[in-house]
């Protein structure tokens, strides 16, 4: 399939920490690292957005709403990225996905992130 793979959501209090992980499929292993990477959030009722991304060099952005508390990194011998979640707020609850900053990849199921207080 030509779409990343999610995995690591679950259930976490407020003002824990969680990892998520994305994974390239076969069909996109080759270009994955050549790839500006992102992490996407979809709450119910909103539209995704964007919340960090990472250059194939891992550089790296945020969104005003996770900076400080969220760290995407990469690992390109294993082709996968990863965001670091701490201080997780309820706000933060989302299925997760991740694909390219342009969502060129199709996109995958994602992983749920539940936050509770």
């Known amino acids: 399939q030509v779409q990343p793979v999610e995995s690591g959501g679950g259930l976490v209090q407020a003002g824990g920490s969680l990892r998520v992980s994305c994974k390239a499929s076969?069909?996109?292993?080759?270009?994955?690292?050549?790839?500006?990477m992102a992490w996407y959030r979809q709450a119910p009722g909103k539209q995704r957005e964007l919340v960090a991304t990472?250059?194939?060099?891992?550089?790296?952005n945020y969104a005003d709403s996770v900076k400080g508390r969220f760290t995407i990194s990469r690992d390109n011998a294993n082709k996968k990225i990863y965001l670091q979640m701490n201080s997780l707020k309820p706000e933060d609850t989302a299925v997760y996905y991740c694909?390219?900053?342009?969502?060129?990849?199709?996109w995958g199921q994602g992983t749920q992130v539940t936050v509770s207080s």
């Open positions: 076969r069909a996109i292993t080759s270009v994955f690292n050549s790839k500006i």
């Open positions: 694909n390219t900053d342009t969502g060129e990849f199709t």
């Open positions: 990472i250059t194939r060099l891992s550089s790296t």
